[in-house]
């Protein structure tokens, strides 16, 4: 088909693609800005930035004036972030742990055994829970979780001890890695549920059918059909909930003792995590430890990105199929 | 499973269904369920298994342990299929059990604080230790509303725009937007806190609305390009020949009849993005901070918001605090779900076409 367009078309269409690309520019402008103001961080401190553990800044307020003394001061200042990358990677995993099977149980259910009258309700349900505000999961973590979570550290370090992530130098559960994981992990099923939900109700009815004229059970049908056609969707869905898990700010700083050491007792009241370290430590930051913080964030504007440019060009590969 | 499929096609022909469950076998399942609760009970007091969660791993290990012996003449394919159904089930409770508990603590100890004023007096002349007859949280409400606006004005002709790029126009980056557009969904908050700081609030010296507004405006795009996108996809390509076959060019085609077409979808569009950001809190930390007054001018200074009010009035640590801050959770909560319903009453357009969807979906349950 030979399209001729006219001079409004051409201006229209020019309109449209500038719109458009805005979005696209947008994310150029948001990498370009944080590189610009990180500059002196990762010129001065290096790679070291992202493996040393140590977090001291001697300094001024952000907006108010700076006098010389307390400049030169700065100086002194070191920043790295190490142990705050390690932890936010142990809360995600931690939270994508316990998230997946969650996710992919609901969903099936919700799918294929839910009964009639409730599947609606179930749905919006899920499409409520998912506009949740993160803030609220917090809340409800610290007032109504922390106890049960408790609970569970305790049984736990308690049986599994033995094990070296489950063991704990002192008995102090809460706001610990495990308890944040698993607010962590409610906050993400919704996302990764209703993903899997989808994926698994685009199913080809024929071949679901296959299943049962060849004498095959529910369970059967879904083990050899449904799971197989669901993978990579249920895995692009992981991965945009672990996008969330990763850049989650304000229920992780509810939730999780920030301290700056690498530890592997998921149980101990000590963690790490880049997002809610930048929304603690921005209030009372100094001029150099804000561009050390835009350094953190840059780093966790690169870790998401990746994670999700992976969710979602096995979203788009996996379209076109269905 | 209880009736067949297609039935749909010839309404008024119900087929009789032997197989399907009677009121007694519900009764009978309802009250097997009973009492394995009271067992799951019983368990939780003599064995280590305690509280809540305890007695549901004893109730589903119950209810597992029956599903074993009911089918175990049935062989062991049967019997793995039953007991799949019941961790299924389980693992949905299980997911479904943290939000109910999110939903009846928020109302359980959100509504104490709630009086007419707390809609509309701010915290200037109150503490947060206050009685909870004084003081309230207008000045966040108003703040909160402002800057989605902001944030509203900017996105929806963008995310319209990027749109119909991805719909009408189908230029050369239509896969590259479309990538861009869905990996800019996972921007964490806070990264589009920082730039905004590092942008607006830097430059003009001071936090702000505007700058609060610019950050939500940051990760509302995604979800209104996204979901206009969809909407549009939605529009039958009968109209759009119609439209050319009437003499339109592409443009009035586009903005005549293919926009007004789904304009219930495109305002949508914007609600769900509203309902994604109103709730956001860790940029508006970075952007507009926190007040205790109105401000009704976005660019005059710190604003306060509904999530920063939550966070402050939490962090506050009181018991007073406390509860101010579940009822600010209660009102953000019911406006999250407001505007979420009111999105979902109109998409009546987008769901008149949906529903073939979920009609086919209804059907494949139906078989299974």
């Known amino acids: ?322 | 499973m209880n009736s067949v499929p297609a039935v749909d096609q010839y309404p008024g022909v119900e087929p009789l269904r032997p197989w399907a469950v009677t009121r007694s076998t519900r009764l009978k399942n309802l009250s097997r369920l009973a009492v394995f609760a009271f067992v799951a009970f019983l368990v939780t007091i003599i064995t280590p298994l305690a509280k809540f969660d305890g007695w549901a791993v004893a109730f589903l290990l119950i209810n597992v342990a029956w599903v074993v012996g009911q089918n175990s003449r049935l062989g062991a394919k049967e019997r793995r299929d039953a007991v799949l159904r019941v961790v299924f089930t389980s693992l949905a409770v299980v997911a479904f059990v943290p939000w109910l508990s999110i939903f009846v603590t928020v109302l359980l100890k959100g509504y104490r604080a709630i009086y007419p004023g707390y809609f509309f007096s701010d915290m200037r002349t109150s503490t947060p230790e206050d009685e909870f007859n004084i003081g309230g949280a207008g000045h966040a409400i108003v703040g909160s509303l402002i800057m989605v606006a902001i944030a509203t004005v900017i996105t929806l002709p963008l995310g319209i725009l990027s749109g119909i790029y991805l719909t009408e126009v189908r230029g050369r980056m239509t896969f590259l937007v479309r990538f861009i557009v869905q990996s800019m969904a996972g921007v964490p908050s806070v990264v589009a806190g920082l730039f905004i700081f590092t942008t607006v609030v830097q430059p003009m010296g001071k936090y702000s609305g505007m700058a609060g507004g610019l950050a939500l405006a940051v990760l509302m795009l995604p979800t209104v390009s996204r979901t206009a996108e969809e909407v549009l996809k939605l529009v039958p390509d009968d109209l759009r020949s119609a439209g050319y076959a009437l003499g339109a060019r592409q443009w009035r085609t586009a903005i005549m009849v293919v926009l007004p077409t789904v304009k219930s979808g495109l305002i949508t569009a914007g609600i769900l993005g509203i309902a994604r950001v109103i709730g956001e809190t860790a940029p508006l930390l970075l952007t507009s901070l926190n007040t205790n007054g109105f401000v009704w001018n976005p660019a005059g200074g710190t604003v306060a918001s509904l999530p920063t009010y939550i966070f402050s009035m939490f962090m506050y640590g009181t018991e007073y605090s406390a509860a101010r801050a579940w009822t600010g959770s209660l009102v953000l909560l019911v406006l999250v779900f407001g505007f979420f319903t009111l999105a979902r009453r109109l998409g009546a357009t987008a769901a008149q076409t949906a529903k073939t969807d979920s009609r086919k979906a209804r059907n494949l349950k139906k078989k299974s």
């Open chain 1, 1 to 322: 088909m030979v399209v001729v367009y006219s001079r409004a078309d051409k201006i229209f269409r020019r309109i449209v693609t500038a719109g458009a690309l805005t979005s696209l520019m947008l994310l150029g402008l948001i990498a370009a800005f944080l590189i610009f103001r990180s500059w002196d961080t990762f010129s001065q401190f290096g790679f070291k930035f992202i493996t040393g553990s140590e977090w001291f800044s001697a300094g001024e307020d952000p907006l108010g004036g700076a006098t010389t003394a307390l400049v030169e001061a700065q100086d002194a200042s070191v920043f790295s972030i190490g142990p705050m990358i390690v932890g936010s990677l142990v809360v995600a995993l931690i939270a994508m742990f316990l998230a997946v099977p969650l996710s992919v149980g609901g969903a099936l259910y919700i799918e294929f055994y839910a009964p009639k009258g409730i599947y609606r309700v179930l749905v919006t349900l899920l499409d409520l829970a998912a506009a949740i505000p993160s803030l609220i999961f917090g809340l409800w973590g610290i007032q109504i979780f922390t106890p049960i979570g408790v609970r569970w550290a305790t049984l736990l370090n308690d049986r599994l001890g033995f094990i070296p992530i489950f063991s704990v130098e002192f008995e102090n559960f809460a706001r610990s890695p495990f308890v944040a994981g698993c607010v962590l992990a409610a906050l993400v099923v919704p996302i990764t549920t209703s993903v899997a939900r989808e994926v698994y109700s685009r199913t080809p009815r024929d071949l679901i059918d296959t299943c049962f004229a060849l004498g095959g059970t529910k369970w059967g049908a879904i083990r050899s059909v449904v799971i197989p056609y669901g993978k990579s969707g249920v895995i692009a869905g992981a991965m945009l909930g672990l996008g969330r898990a990763l850049g989650e700010t304000v229920a992780i700083y509810l939730m999780l003792n920030l301290v700056f050491d690498y530890s592997n007792e998921i149980l101990d009241s000590a963690g790490g995590n880049v997002a809610s370290m930048i929304a603690l430590k921005f209030g009372e930051a100094t001029d150099k430890e804000i561009s050390a913080l835009i350094a953190a964030g840059l780093v966790l504007f690169v870790i998401t990105l990746i994670v999700n440019m992976i969710a979602s060009s096995i979203v788009q590969r996996s379209t076109p199929r269905a």
